[in-house]
């Protein structure tokens, strides 16, 4: 319990890490339900995977002396520009192919992934002094945050959400069934961009401040884990978010408490929530 009331003392050391990790927990699963309306689970594995890559590829660049934005922060800017970069061509390239040419997308996905994933690894060998820091995110370590990137993450992951919530019904409709909202008269083409912007800013945002693993993780299981004990769209929502900062507090806990990395933690926790809603529904369905 002394670790408990640690983490929540408002003088914590840590508090920066913590207070990225519930935003993440609250913001990513509500944008990772549109990944399961949508039938694109996989999507969800490889845009992040496309984000590192731009991050990986940032550094890169500012190691041979591309400088872009000239004060100290420089590169961290970079980096993050080089993600948002990567991910929105990687998504709005998919979602054009899909228009035009139907069907074989998860091959498409995956040749993503595969193109992401060794293209990190080459810019990272091709670039000795970002290995640490590129490393560093591909673990999952939450530890080091500034003020400034946690108040920037605030306000982006902030209005976001607002966004998400304010316009819930447009971008549930345009998921669920886009030949209804057509014959609703929706504008689905630009509801569909304006998702496909969140997505890439989210993806992109997180993955520059707590990596790869940590933005699939939250994208990706707190929806799927809630669509299997939920009915109607509204419960699967709230659902999802409180299983993710329910993961990722408990989650920081432990990994304070046993020193392990963060990020990890959360993930595997996120697993165990999914396999034990998953094994609970079984017995459920077993015993009626």
Request: net charge positive; with cysteine.
């Amino acid at each position: 319990m002394e670790q408990l009331f640690e983490i929540l003392s408002p003088h914590f050391l840590l508090r920066n890490a913590l207070y990225a990790g519930l935003l993440v927990g609250l913001v990513c699963p509500q944008v990772g339900i549109f990944f399961v309306l949508r039938r694109m689970v996989l999507l969800g594995i490889a845009l992040p995977q496309v984000s590192n890559a731009g991050i990986a590829f940032a550094f890169l660049l500012h190691t041979l002396g591309w400088h872009f934005f000239a004060h100290m922060e420089s590169e961290k800017v970079m980096a993050l520009s080089g993600s948002i970069v990567f991910t929105l061509i990687a998504i709005f390239t998919l979602a054009i192919l899909e228009r035009v040419q139907k069907g074989f997308t998860e091959n498409r996905i995956g040749f993503t992934y595969a193109l992401a994933g060794a293209a990190s690894i080459l810019f990272v060998a091709w670039n000795p002094y970002g290995q640490t820091e590129v490393l560093s995110m591909l673990r999952g370590e939450i530890i080091s945050i500034p003020d400034l990137y946690l108040l920037s993450m605030l306000a982006i992951y902030g209005a976001i959400f607002i966004f998400l919530i304010g316009f819930h019904r447009n971008f549930i409709l345009v998921s669920y069934d886009i030949d209804m909202a057509i014959t609703l008269g929706k504008k689905a083409i630009l509801w569909d961009i304006l998702l496909y912007l969140i997505i890439g800013v989210v993806i992109s945002f997180g993955v520059m401040n707590v990596g790869p693993l940590v933005i699939f993780g939250f994208l990706l299981i707190p929806p799927m884990a809630a669509r299997m004990v939920t009915r109607g769209i509204s419960m699967f929502c709230i659902i999802s978010s409180v299983i993710g900062v329910a993961a990722s507090f408990i989650g920081f806990y432990l990994s304070y408490r046993f020193d392990l990395p963060t990020g990890p933690t959360d993930v595997a926790l996120l697993c165990i929530i999914f396999a034990l809603l998953f094994i609970g529904k079984i017995i459920f369905r077993l015993k009626r």
